[in-house]
């Protein structure tokens, strides 16, 4: 009996050894760590083959979001105003604006954009009531947000191409 309970000791030192040795040369192999370098414009992330980048942009009112922007909107001023994230061949963008007018025209509006395959959520976070507008069996419709900070209305638009 001593024998086989020294036996059995010995195979568990070596299956643990084994797998520490295996998790220490070959596991951030099969695993690495992502690697992240900064730009001028952001980031781009490495991890094994797959190769991504996170962009701060600028200037976002010229760009195709596949929907408009509400009329009189303006860009968050003072910050960065939107961001551009590629990951293999999807390109997700967001631009960020404001209004004055209140969230029930905003949503309203982008409802009408929408057309009859509009889709309207609600969510409450907090004290803040965001809504969501997109557009049902679509897998690349635009996704816009909507939320008032009291003084202002926020505009998110969310495009993935």
């Known amino acids: 009996m001593k024998k086989f ?11 643990v050894s084994g797998y520490l040795l295996y998790r220490y ?9 992502p690697k ?26 010229s760009f195709n979001f596949g929907v408009s922007i509400y009329p009189g ?11 551009q994230m590629k990951s293999g ?6 631009g960020l604006f404001t209004t ?27 004290t803040t009531v965001q809504k969501t507008i997109t557009q049902k069996n679509s897998t690349n419709a635009p996704i816009v947000i909507v939320s008032s900070d009291g003084k202002t209305t926020n505009i998110q638009i969310i495009s993935v191409n």
């Open 5 to 15: 309970l020294i036996a059995v000791l010995v195979l568990i030192i070596l299956g």
């Open 25 to 33: 040369y070959l596991g951030d192999a099969l695993n690495p760590q």
């Open 36 to 61: 992240v370098t900064k730009t001028t414009s952001g980031y781009d992330i490495t991890q094994g083959n797959t190769k991504s980048s996170i962009n701060e942009m600028d200037n976002v009112s």
């Open 73 to 83: 909107a303006q860009e968050i001023q003072g910050q960065t105003s939107g961001g």
């Open 89 to 94: 061949d999807k390109t997700m963008t967001t």
């Open 100 to 126: 004055q007018n209140s969230v029930d025209d905003v949503v309203n509006y982008y409802g009408k954009e929408f057309g009859v395959n509009a889709v309207i959520g609600q969510e409450t976070i907090g």
